[in-house]
């Protein structure tokens, strides 16, 4: 199945620093989706968007949906040690299936 | 948002036997998955479950390791059949929920094959 660039791999910014990761695709996605995974856990939704250009924020999160359709934008502002963990794009083209990216492992360093 | 509940939480199975994994979700939902996420690794999909019809299977994934049931819109098994330690992963029920715009996971099932 198709997967989704996404970079960096990984992260190492000391505690109180801004992240931003970044997710592609060769093909247009109409469902931009961002998770966050604990070691341990299933993927937790962040971010969901929509529409291209869309701009969205949880709190210290904002996620934007690339004009192209075929990339998306995640920063997370002033990190902190619980910002710990690895987080996935998901992109849906057409139909019902979404596809994931490879993942970028967080770490912040107090 | 749609909770997802999975049991067991994890396991360890020998060689050659089976295990069946329950996916509960709190409403009714569109469509359900089944991922399979190696350690470090992404979410690879294995198959779509139907309710009422056999599941739509990824390449590489078939139903006689892999057998799916949906009985109804909240419920699905995964059975991993005829297990090997290359088995050994995490297993992933997934939910999708609205117009089929959104997907919620559950908390996974870790599975350890001796």
């Known amino acids: 199945g198709q997967q989704l660039n996404q970079s960096p791999q990984s992260m190492f910014i000391q505690e109180g620093e801004d992240v931003s990761m970044n997710c592609t695709s060769s093909?247009?996605?109409?469902?931009w989706l961002w998770y966050k995974q604990d070691p341990g856990e299933g993927p937790v939704l962040l971010i969901a968007?929509?529409?291209?250009?869309e701009l969205t924020s949880n709190g210290r999160l904002t996620a934007q949906f690339g004009i192209t359709r075929k990339d998306s934008f995640l920063n997370i502002s002033a990190s902190i040690p619980s910002d710990v963990g690895i987080y996935f794009c998901?992109?849906?083209?057409?139909?019902?299936?979404?596809?994931f990216g490879t993942g970028t492992s967080l770490t912040v360093i107090p | 948002s749609a909770v997802i509940s999975q049991k067991p939480s994890r396991d360890i199975c020998q060689r050659g036997t089976s295990l069946t994994i329950q996916c509960q979700v709190d409403?009714?939902?569109?469509?359900m998955f089944w991922y399979r996420q190696q350690p470090g690794q992404s979410l690879t999909l294995i198959a779509t479950?139907?309710?009422?019809?056999?599941?739509?299977?990824e390449s590489g994934f078939v139903i006689d390791k892999f057998p799916i049931s949906r009985p109804n819109l909240t419920f699905s098994t995964l059975t991993v059949s005829n297990m090997s330690p290359e088995d050994s992963s995490i297993y992933l029920c997934?939910?999708?929920?609205?117009?089929?715009?959104?997907?919620?996971f559950g908390p996974g099932t870790r599975l350890l094959v001796l």
């Open positions: 093909s247009i996605f109409n469902t």
């Open positions: 997934s939910a999708l929920q609205g117009g089929a715009e959104t997907q919620y």
């Open positions: 998901a992109g849906q083209p057409t139909g019902n299936q979404f596809y």
């Open positions: 968007l929509y529409k291209a250009g």
């Open positions: 479950a139907n309710q009422g019809s056999e599941a739509t299977y």
């Open positions: 409403s009714q939902v569109t469509m």
